[in-house]
């Protein structure tokens, strides 16, 4: 069995990429998002990664920004991925993706219309994260959706060649229940935290059960 993404995301510190950076985690995730908790400026960001140097890729979490805007991060930050978490159009993605040439996740919120939401970006995004939906937050609320719709998205994403990674509320006492729904891939915040900072007990408890589910079933 592949080994699924995951995305330890959030991070907020030179302490806290030093512990996700230390696990067998794949993607790291930053924050560009203005007046939101885990909101990281771009010059720290490109401090702690030139001192740590992550083995991992580094996902910019951003909501919909100008072109203006992830020019600047990248002047910093050596960005892998482009996270769009927001209200994007197809034609914002499409402008993004041809100014830089990076990767683009699309954020879906778990609704009714969550499938026609993918469709809508199908040859277009290059991965989806599925997030639950909490009104008047965008991310990061530590609030999980009912898994029993995992499969659908997991299908849809399939269907169109690209990954989906299922976020929202997942932490060490329920990441074995979704791992059952085999997805692509995991993103993780509030889940691998204590007050305000990254866990390394948090991050190894759920990295413990990844492996194990992997072995499980290869
Ligand atoms: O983490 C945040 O504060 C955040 C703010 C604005 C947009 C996205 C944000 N994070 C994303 O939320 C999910 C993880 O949420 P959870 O805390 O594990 O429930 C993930 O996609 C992050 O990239």
Wanted: some cysteine.
């Amino acid at each position: 069995m592949k080994e699924p993404i995951v995305k330890l995301c959030g991070n907020r510190s030179l302490s806290d990429v030093a512990k996700t950076s230390s696990s067998q985690a794949s993607h790291l995730g930053f924050v560009f998002v203005r007046r939101t908790k885990r909101y990281v400026r771009p010059e720290y960001v490109g401090r702690w990664v030139k001192k740590i140097r992550p083995r991992q890729k580094i996902v910019g979490v951003f909501i919909e920004p100008t072109i203006e805007e992830i020019e600047e991060i990248l002047h910093f930050v050596p960005l892998d991925v482009i996270q769009l978490h927001g209200n994007e159009t197809v034609s914002q993605l499409l402008r993004i993706k041809e100014a830089f040439g990076l990767p683009v996740w699309k954020v879906v919120h778990h609704q009714s219309d969550g499938i026609k939401q993918m469709e809508v970006f199908r040859g277009v995004a290059d991965g989806y994260i599925v997030d639950s939906k909490v009104d008047g937050v965008s991310g990061g609320t530590g609030v999980r959706f009912d898994w029993e719709s995992v499969p659908t998205y997991q299908k849809e994403s399939f269907d169109q060649g690209v990954p989906c990674l299922i976020a929202g509320g997942i932490k060490p006492e329920n990441v074995t229940k979704l791992l059952h729904y085999r997805p692509d891939g995991i993103d993780l915040s509030s889940g691998i935290e204590i007050e305000d900072g990254k866990d390394i007990g948090k991050i190894q408890a759920i990295m413990k059960e990844v492996e194990q589910n992997v072995a499980s079933i290869s």
